[in-house]
């Protein structure tokens, strides 16, 4: 049985106000078209970003659909006749799943990858939304026969609310959400503060997973050169590990495994083969600040990469090899697609074989540590 541990689900363009709470309506996420005919996602008339249809292993195509925008040209395509069945609709990805060789598959947002940081300066819109995509998830789970497993979308910064949505995802079998790797209004993840919903994500039997997505960010801004209309910054980009490393280095050194030796993390689509050295480091890094402080940051049974090996697995794209990474961290990588995005693969068992690694005889990488995450 094979589990493709990143897949993405398109969103209608009106999943958000079919599924928002009536006293919010007005805050729902749309997708809207322009004058010119580019789509957009668009929030209380604002556009947030354009709503690409992406094509597998074809990113150049997304580059040239916003150069004739720039240039004021109309768009190439319609929309909604561009955008394939399998994209949205939950009876049509399982047949698509059947295609590709594929058992099971994790189903992350599309859309949602696109607009926390933004709805980050209202909270009661931040977790509207993030709730009509949430019982979305809980009818793809419910229409998926056990083969889709929609990814929940989550904020730490509303305690209870959170505790309501772990709850409900729970009673509809919902395994996985979605968090930022970020600070939650200042504090670390790790805070205090935060221990009675780590322990809600253990009781409620739902994993935490951190993926590439706009969300709060951990460098400054003025860090960030690119022009306003650009998809993604370039900085995010070579740094796609940073995020997870430094949240993942805060509930470990700190101590929050350790407090929740239950609790387990996804790290999907921030790349893996930072893994190795970063596990030398943490161990190293954190032993010499110990030695040279005279006491460590916080009294752990185990050494700081064997929490990361006991709680965390990493998706591990096939061009990353990992055969190799493994055999210098340990067993901790799951298979991916990224499918339909036009970074990702609609041939994603045909990569991992020609890079030596075959479902029949290789468990852990197509099985078992996805399903790891999903509790199983």
């Not at 889709?148 to 919902?174: F, G, I, K, M, Y």
């Not at 006491?295 to 709680?311: M, V």
Request: proline residues 7%; negative net charge.
């Amino acid at each position: 049985m094979t589990i493709d541990c990143d897949q993405h689900l398109y969103e209608s363009r009106s999943l958000w106000r079919d599924h928002i709470d009536p006293e919010h309506r007005e805050d729902a996420l749309a997708i809207e078209d322009d004058d010119l005919g580019y789509t957009w996602v668009t929030w209380r008339g604002e556009q947030l970003e354009m709503a690409d249809v992406q094509l597998p292993k074809d990113t150049e195509a997304l580059g040239r659909h916003r150069n004739r925008r720039r240039a004021g040209e109309p768009s190439e395509y319609s929309y909604d006749e561009q955008l394939p069945a399998d994209y949205w609709d939950p009876a049509a990805r399982v047949a698509r799943l059947d295609e590709l060789g594929l058992e099971e598959s994790f189903l992350f947002p599309n859309f949602g990858l696109l607009w926390e940081r933004r709805l980050s300066r209202s909270l009661p819109a931040l977790t509207a939304n993030m709730t009509a995509w949430n019982r979305w998830c809980a009818v793809v789970r419910a229409e998926g026969g056990g083969r889709l497993d929609p990814v929940a979308h989550l904020t730490l910064r509303d305690p209870e609310w959170l505790q309501r949505q772990l709850a409900e995802l729970s009673a509809a079998d919902v395994r996985l959400a979605m968090i930022a790797p970020a600070l939650v209004d200042g504090r670390p993840l790790s805070h205090p503060s935060h221990d009675p919903m780590w322990a809600a994500f253990v009781d409620h039997g739902i994993t935490p997973v951190f993926h590439v997505a706009d969300q709060p960010r951990i460098f400054e801004d003025a860090w960030y050169t690119d022009d306003e209309d650009d998809f993604v910054p370039a900085l995010e980009s070579v740094f796609l590990w940073a995020p997870p490393a430094l949240a993942v280095t805060d509930l470990i050194v700190n101590g929050t495994f350790q407090r929740h030796p239950d609790l387990r993390l996804g790290i999907i689509e921030l790349s893996a083969v930072w893994v190795p050295m970063y596990l030398l480091m943490l161990d190293g890094g954190i032993e010499f600040v110990a030695r040279q402080n005279g006491r460590p940051i916080c009294d752990l049974e185990l050494k700081p990469s064997e929490y990361f090996k006991r709680q965390v697995r990493v998706a591990a794209f096939s061009y990353e090899d990992p055969n190799r990474i493994r055999g210098k961290s340990g067993d901790l990588y799951m298979s991916c697609s990224d499918y339909p995005h036009s970074e990702g693969t609609d041939t994603p068992l045909d990569d991992y074989r020609r890079m030596g690694m075959h479902p029949e005889d290789d468990a852990s990488l197509f099985h078992d540590n996805a399903a790891f995450l999903l509790g199983r």
